[in-house]
Structures are given as structure tokens and as C-alpha cells.
């Protein structure tokens, strides 16, 4: 039920942000200049004009608004289509792969552009996606897709996209992905014959080319890691490099991680957990003590790894559930992996935007008005209780706004008990 009145529709420039609540629990104006934010000072408790350009965010939380840094909006909501079996990650590449032969440009564009909607809704202000370089005749249609919700979308989120390159898929329509306007390499070199020579491919592509590469990186709980001949390759490269799922990193003994750790801290590739799809996807073959299918997160954060989390899938073979909101992802990070509310709500907000180079965002002077209000008191009311309530600002302009009505009947008085009477 909207209460928003007579203001000028979305999306609309802000200019100031009145009686907003900090994650330290500070009560702030913030003004606001075009995407930048100016001041942030402490709340005055003037009364707040309507207006459209001011919003009072009295009984908000204020926070750096989420970055989805791993998306596959070509699948998402595909679930009821395919109607897939439960289970493991080979499973599900079967059955999209047997799906996706019958997809078209426009089924493709609907679904991403429905999808990249929600997560808007829910606060999310960038994402970066993967897409599909499909086999058969027309190996661009999703490309194509994407390309075209991106377009739909520009000036309301950023969007990424990333060539998702199968072992299979040729090297000409890679490149012709990005010629089309992909912005970076992709692919899952630990599911070839030859991981190796896979992963040098597509590095070998994007090197070629000049751009980043973000891949599908040892996502399974045995088999040799990939990760250590990835960061080797990538150590001078001053293109961004980051790498998602990592689930292995999770199984390995202590000497081996912090080898591979190393190898990664001197190449800055930042690594991108993914936790409702891993745990979904993993650990099928371990009836008792199925392991949780994560990255090591504590020692990957406390060796000062640069880390991001994101959804992944929503609906689809990969992952037949899924909120489309960033507030999920954080909730998993705390209760599977172990981190705490700041350090998980960082991980899909300010550690994302940082695997995404992206300019840094948030409630403080000189950085991107990128910003997310949700009803709530602090960091752990807004994480565990994920309230609808919220307004979502993209480069200074709110872009998405939401207010949920709850009615529920009144219980009936306290009654004193029998022994109280006696």
C-alpha cells in the first residue's frame, strides 16, 4: 500500500536524507550533491517538509546499499519452467543445458529483466552477471538478452556482465561476446578434461583483450584446486581479477590454504562467496556430516583477502529458492559461515563493490550515494528480520521505495492464574 502521497514519480534526484539511523547507532541529516554525498551531520529534529527531493528516514536504517557481484539472470526463475531434478552441480548443468537449446532472445530478456527488477526493489543498486555462451547455432542469445536489460536498466543500476565461457565453447564466440559489449571473461575451467588448459584459454582471451576476468573457480569439494595456477598467471595483471565460489578452498588442510592464500593476496584477486547455491548444491554425496559447501571465510577475512558474498541463482536448477535480496545472503553468511553482522552485511555491500571496481559507496562525505533505508533498528534487527520497508538510492536518485501493511488481531487480556487468586 503505498503512503508516498503527491511527489514526482521514480526515479527522482534527492538532495537530503533526514533522521536516518546509523549501523553505529547515530542519528544523522546526510545532503546529498547529484551521486555524491556532501554532509553527514547529526540529525537536527526539524520537522521534514514534503517534499520529493527530501526523504524522512526517521526509524531507518541507513546503509551502503548491496552489490550483487555473481548473477546468472539468464537462468533465474527458470525453475517451474524445467521442473529439474534435486540435486548435485552436474545435475543441474544437465538439465539447463537441455533447457536452454529451446530459449529465445525476448524468454531470455524476461526473465533477466523480471529478476534484475526484484533485486532493484530489494536494494540491490549493481550486479554483475554471468551469462551463458550456449552451444548450438546461435551461441549469443542470452548475450544478446543481457545486453538488452542492461540497456533497459542503464541509469537505474549498473550492470556487469561476464562471458561465461563452457569448456566447450569456441574461442571465436567468446570473442564475439565481447565485441558485442560483454565486459569480461568467464567460465569454469575446473569442470574441462584439462582444468589447466582451460584456465589458460580464457586467460590467455582476456589478456589478449585487455580486460578482467571473474571465474567459476574450483566449485566442488575434492579434486585438484585451480586456484593456485590461476592466481600464478594473474600476478602483474593489472586488469581486475576475482574468482567465485572457491568451495574448495573450504576442504583443504591448513598448509595447503595458506599457500594458496598467499598466491592469491599477491595477485589481489578478490573472491566472491556464494553461500544459498553452494550449500544447496554441495555435499549431496555426504549423507551424515555433509560438509557446508562454503569457501574458508575466517581465513580467507583475517588474512585480509578481499571478499565479496553474493545469491548467485534464484529459481533455477541451481538454486530453487532464493529472495532476490542481499539481506538473505548476509543472514547465510552469519549462520553457515560464522561471520558476524558487520562483516557479512560488508561482504554483499562495501567487499563487492570492491571485487566489482566499482567507486566506493556509502554514509560517509565524498563517496557514492549508493544507499539502502530499511525500517529497523541496527544491523541485526535489519539482517535477521529483513523488513519490506525499505528505499533504495542509485547515484543519488531513489529508485525503488516500498512499504508493507501488517494487521493482526488483538490477543485476549492477561488473566491472573488460579494460584494467584489463592
Known amino acids: 500500500m503505498p503512503r508516498f502521497g503527491n511527489v514526482p514519480p521514480l526515479p527522482r534526484k534527492l538532495t537530503s536524507l533526514r533522521n536516518a539511523t546509523l549501523a553505529d547507532g547515530s542519528i544523522v541529516d546526510v545532503e546529498l550533491i547529484e551521486d555524491i554525498v556532501r554532509s553527514v551531520q547529526p540529525a537536527t529534529g526539524e520537522p521534514v517538509l514534503a517534499s520529493g527531493s527530501v526523504l524522512d528516514l526517521t526509524g531507518f536504517l541507513l546503509v551502503t546499499a548491496p552489490a550483487e557481484p555473481h548473477a546468472h539472470l539468464d537462468k533465474a526463475m527458470s525453475w517451474d519452467l524445467i521442473n529439474p531434478p534435486s540435486g548435485d552441480l552436474e545435475l543441474a548443468i544437465q538439465s539447463w543445458r537441455e533447457y536452454s537449446t529451446g530459449m529465445t532472445v525476448a524468454s531470455i530478456a524476461e526473465r533477466g529483466l523480471a529478476q534484475a527488477l526484484a533485486m532493484l526493489r530489494n536494494g540491490t543498486t549493481a550486479i554483475r552477471c554471468h551469462v551463458d555462451v550456449l552451444s548450438g547455432d546461435e551461441p549469443l542469445r542470452g548475450v544478446h538478452a543481457l545486453l538488452q536489460v542492461r540497456a533497459q536498466l542503464a541509469g537505474l543500476m549498473d550492470i556487469e556482465l561476464v562471458a561465461l565461457a563452457g569448456p566447450d565453447a569456441p574461442d571465436a564466440a567468446i570473442e564475439a561476446a565481447l565485441d558485442a559489449g560483454i565486459d569480461l571473461v568467464g567460465g569454469a575451467p575446473h569442470l574441462a578434461p584439462d582444468p589447466g588448459a582451460d584456465l589458460r584459454r580464457l586467460l590467455a582471451i582476456a589478456e589478449r583483450r585487455g580486460i578482467g576476468v571473474d571465474l567459476h573457480t574450483d566449485e566442488g569439494l575434492a579434486g585438484d584446486p585451480t586456484l593456485l595456477e590461476f592466481a600464478r598467471i594473474v600476478r602483474d595483471w593489472t586488469q581486475p581479477v576475482s574468482a567465485g565460489h572457491c568451495v574448495r578452498l573450504g576442504t583443504l588442510d591448513a598448509a595447503e590454504l595458506d599457500e594458496i592464500i598467499t598466491e592469491v593476496l599477491a595477485s589481489d584477486i578478490g573472491i566472491i562467496s556464494l553461500p544459498i547455491t553452494n550449500l544447496y548444491l554441495q555435499g549431496w554425496e555426504h549423507p551424515v556430516s555433509t560438509p557446508r559447501g562454503l569457501t574458508a571465510l575466517r581465513p580467507l577475512l583475517d588474512a585480509g583477502v578481499r571478499v565479496a558474498a553474493g545469491a548467485d541463482n534464484v529459481r533455477d536448477p541451481f538454486n ?3 529472495r532476490s535480496d542481499a539481506l538473505e545472503t548476509a543472514s547465510l553468511l552469519v549462520t553457515a559461515g560464522h561471520l558476524s553482522l558487520t562483516e557479512a552485511y560488508t561482504a554483499v555491500s562495501d567487499g563487492a563493490r570492491s571485487v566489482m571496481s566499482l567507486p566506493v559507496a556509502g554514509v560517509s562525505v565524498g563517496l557514492r550515494a549508493e544507499l539502502l533505508a530499511v525500517r529497523g533498528r541496527n544491523l541485526s534487527d535489519v539482517i535477521a528480520n ?27 487480556p492477561a488473566r491472573s492464574s488460579v494460584l494467584e487468586l489463592r
Open 320 to 322: 530453487p529458492v532464493g
Open 386 to 412: 529483513a523488513p519490506a520497508d525499505r528505499y533504495v538510492i542509485h547515484a543519488g536518485r531513489l529508485v525503488a521505495q516500498s512499504e508493507v501493511s501488517y494487521e493482526v488481531a488483538t490477543p485476549s
